[in-house]
């Protein structure tokens, strides 16, 4: 988690800047409900796997199917909060 946020201030910012970068492809908070072919992203498997790294590799650099790479358009900090964000998609 980005130095200085708690949990609340963690989350207000990653659904921000997924709601408005990735939700097209994904839905709403991941649903799976977007426009584009982008899968649901609340599930408790991940293709790629469901790990910090692994997620923070999918945004980075892309996944083949679809999913672009963000490396260069988001900031490191951006990056980071979304990757907690898409972690607490899923609900047990
Ligand atoms: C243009 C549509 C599109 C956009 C925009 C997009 N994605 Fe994706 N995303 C995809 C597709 C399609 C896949 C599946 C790729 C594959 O299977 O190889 C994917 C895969 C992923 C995965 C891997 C899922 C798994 O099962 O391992 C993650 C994590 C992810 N996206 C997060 C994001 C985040 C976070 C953003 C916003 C910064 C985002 N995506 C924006 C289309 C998109």
Do not use: W
């Not at 994904?26 to 649903?31: I, L, V």
């Amino acid at each position: 988690m980005p130095e200085g946020m708690n949990d609340q201030q963690q989350t207000a910012m990653g659904r921000a800047i997924f709601n408005k970068r990735c939700a097209s492809c994904h839905g709403t908070d991941g649903n799976g409900t977007g426009t584009s072919s982008g899968p649901a992203l609340d599930q408790a498997q991940f293709k790629y796997g469901r790990t910090p790294e692994a997620i923070k590799e999918s945004i980075v650099k892309g996944r083949p199917n679809g999913m672009p790479a963000f490396g260069s358009a988001l900031q490191e900090i951006e990056i980071d909060t979304l990757v907690g964000f898409v972690q607490s998609l899923h609900k047990q």
